[in-house]
T-cell receptor, first 114, second 109 residues
Framework: DAMVIQNPRYQVTQFGKPVTLSCSQTLNHNVMYWYQQKSSQAPKLLFHYYDKDFNNEADTPDNFQSRRPNTSFCFLDIRSPGLGDAAMYLC?????????????FGSGTQLSVL | QKEVEQDPGPLSVPEGAIVSLNCTYSNSAFQYFMWYRQYSRKGPELLMYTYSSGNKEDGRFTAQVDKSSKYISLFIRDSQPSDSATYLCAMSVSFKTIFGAGTRLFVKA
């Protein structure tokens, strides 16, 4: 089945130690998104790629970076994780990003910062 | 004021009850309205999608949009224990989907 796959499901890192989360998709969608979701809060969009074009949200901290080496893969890099970065990180895709398009989500990576 | 407001619950109902979930929003530019269902430790999945004002029905689920009041609702008829999840309302504009914080629903057998 075509899907969005996130690895790992759970990630534990130390305060200040760089960490990379990965996402792959078999849907061949043009747009890939990264959302941050803290407990009992709305998913918050960090950035998205339309093909190779990167679009950062204005309030996304510089500590968060992303790479999309090809259509199928997208990575979220947190350069110096703080305690406040502990959250579920959700990767999502859509075909072309139009307002009427559904988002397909992965199962998320739960990040803990010690 | 948040762009999308949603009562976090939790909402606990007996099996077979009719459930009403609601959201309000502030941005009149929103045209597409969605409900996502999120099971524990999983990503959200699209449940219902509505364009502009009106009702849309899909099985036991009905989505309702009132743009004049900036108010959207999701009704679940004959609720089942398998409906226990967090329900997130969402609206999209310009490549950006804005989510509510979600309402946690528990359906007791």
């Amino acid at each position: 089945d075509a899907m969005v796959i996130q690895n790992p499901r759970y990630q534990v890192t130390q305060f200040g130690k760089p960490v990379t989360l990965s996402c792959s998709q078999t849907l061949n969608h043009n747009v890939m998104y990264w959302y941050q979701q803290k407990s009992s809060q709305a998913p918050k969009l960090l950035f998205h790629y339309y093909d190779k074009d990167f679009n950062n949200e204005a309030d996304t901290p510089d500590n968060f970076q992303s790479r999309r080496p090809n259509t199928s893969f997208c990575f979220l890099d947190i350069r110096s994780p703080g305690l406040g970065d502990a959250a579920m990180y959700l990767c999502a895709t859509s075909r072309d990003g139009g307002d009427n398009e559904k988002l397909f989500f992965g199962s998320g990576t739960q990040l803990s910062v010690l | 004021q948040k762009e999308v407001e949603q009562d976090p619950g939790p909402l606990s109902v007996p099996e077979g009850a009719i459930v009403s979930l609601n959201c309000t929003y502030s941005n009149s530019a929103f045209q597409y309205f969605m409900w996502y269902r999120q099971y524990s430790r999983k990503g959200p999945e699209l449940l219902m999608y509505t364009y502009s004002s009106g009702n849309k029905e899909d099985g036991r689920f009905t989505a309702q949009v009132d743009k004049s009041s900036k108010y959207i609702s999701l009704f679940i008829r004959d609720s089942q224990p398998s409906d226990s999840a967090t329900y997130l309302c969402a609206m999209s504009v310009s490549f950006k989907t804005i989510f509510g914080a979600g309402t946690r629903l528990f359906v007791k057998a």
